[in-house]
Structure formats: C-alpha cells, structure tokens
C-alpha cells in the first residue's frame, strides 16, 4: 500500500510541477492581442474613433478600452464604456462623446472578440508582404472589397487566395474581415498564411515539451519498478529523479522558443483542439481545391519533425532504463559469481 502511495504522489508531483512550468506559457498565449489607440475628450467634445472600433462579429456599437487592473486582475485588462455615454451613433457616425476631461486608451482591433475582464497585451505592429486566404460559406460573387494592395492567385466558389502588398504583423483579422463582411457576409474568415506557418512550426517544440512529461513518466515507472527491494535500486531511482529534474529544467527554456499566432487560437480554452482540428480542415481544403499545397506541406514537415522528436527522445529514454536494468542484473550476479570461485 506505501508503495502505491508513494508511486501516485511522486507522479502528481512530477505533473504539478509541469504545470506550474507550463501555465506562465499558456496564460501569455491566452491573452487578447490588441491594437489600442488613445482618445481624449476636453470640454465635453467628442474624439473621432472609426466605425471598425464599434464593430465587432457578435456585437454592435460597443466601445472597448484598455484599464490596469487589480489584485488577482492586476495587469492589463479590457473593459467597455456603457452605451450610455456614448452620443446618439446614427447622429454622430464614426464618433463617441466621453464625458469631460477623460482620456481612454481604446480597442482599434484585437486578435479576438474583446471580452470584459480579459487580460490583454498591446502589439508591437511591424509590417509586412503576406498571403492570405478569404472563405465564405456563401458562394464568393462581389469583391469590391478588394484593394489596390491585394492580388488575387487563385480561387474557387467560396474561397479566394490572394497576396497583400502590405500586412501588419501580429495579424488582425478584424481588419479584414470588417472590409470584406459588408459586400460578402459576416461569417467571412480570412487566414493570414504567415500566422498558418508559424503555427506549424510551433508543433514541433510542443511536442517536444509533451516528450519531456512521456519520458519523465517513464523515468518514474521504471524507478517505482525497484522501490519494494531494500537498497536495490535506490541508486537508480536518484539518478532517474536526476533526469527529470534535468529535463524539467530546461522546458521553460522550449517554451520560450515558440509563439502561437493569436488569429488561429480559440476564444477560451486552449486545449479546445476541434478548434485547431476545424481550422487546419477548413484552410488545408480551401487550398487543396485551389490547387496550392504549400499549407498541406508546411503539415507534412511539421508532422516529421514531431515524430523525430518523439521517436528520439522516446527511444532515448528506453535506452536509459534498459541500460540500468542491465547494469542491476549484472550487480546481482556479481556476488554469486564471486562465491562459486571461493568454493572452487
């Protein structure tokens, strides 16, 4: 009984401390990216926000802003100005009135819907060359949306590849999607293929944080293996504690070498992975049916480094125990060798 005890505690302390490793990574990933701008209203006059910063895909006419929070909530988060301060929006198109000597730092765009009381982190915008995908569920017949700056590839009935001279990096789909979902539809998605890339290229180091818990399970199963002999073992299970400690040590280092694109990360959870799996379906087929398979190949890639990473560190890890069961096998016989020579 002590010996399961002790086998399921130090497996929920290997489990708590990845976690407690991995949460600064996923709360950071989690975060609504931002593009905020400031207004100020003096003397009761009003400042001029664009019709993009009130709409959004589930809501009309709301104004976000960006407020220090406090205590559990401190840092960055999101809130929104009632509807009440706001003049009458058909009267005054394009502008808000906030009372009197008020300064706000508002939501322009965002990665995502903003939802109040969300931690938020405000971009660093570069800019860039880009391609990107437009889908509709409707069959795609005006688009007059279209800029001097965007050049169409390829397209089919309900999807259109095109290249955007200029993009700005992290990528907003808001942007996008509020010049496009007046002459086309308000499900309209666009999928910037710099952000598609970059998320597969993020696969391989996740998984190689998934391998660094598989080998440190295996590390304790095999060191639970030897726990019920008195002494026997003990070496082993130090040094396999080693190894994972080792291996613990270095996963924050890993995390920090990848970040996910906010345009393609669910609204929630992280762990939402119909999200991911409906996503990469839906690019991967628009793109197949126009006969472009950069996106099915940057997979491929993406799907044999994950299983180099695994099947190396896996096997890394077999050799590691089967080495050490050696090594025991070969310490019991020793003494009996030894004795059958004295009698001799």
Known sequence: MKRIVFCVS???????VFLT???????EEMKTVVFARTGE????????IQKAALDWKNSKDRLFVLKEGEGWDSGLRISEIPSKYFDEYSAHPGSVTIGSGTSYWYVYSASREPVTGDAAVVAQLERGKDTCLLWCPDPIT???????????KARTDNAVLFDLSTNTFPYFEHDLWYRFKQSLSEEVRIYSMHDVQQFL????????AAAILSCGTILLAAGWSLTGRKRRGRSVWIINLLLIAAM??????????????????????ILDFSHYLGEMKRIIGSMDAMGE???RDWLSQAAAACAVVAGASLSLTCFIVFLENTLRIRKRRRPKEESDFINE
């Open 10 to 16: 130090s497996f929920l302390l290997l489990l708590l």
């Open 21 to 27: 490793l991995l949460s600064p990574k996923v709360e």
């Open 41 to 48: 209203a003096k003397d009761g006059r009003s400042f001029s």
């Open 142 to 152: 005006d688009l007059s949306g279209m800029t001097k700056a965007m050049t169409v």
């Open 201 to 208: 290229q993020a696969l391989p180091w996740i998984a190689g």
């Open 248 to 269: 613990l040590s270095v996963l924050p280092r890993l995390l920090g070498q990848f970040d996910l694109p906010a345009s393609l990360m669910p609204d929630r959870h």
């Open 293 to 295: 398979y950069c996106v």
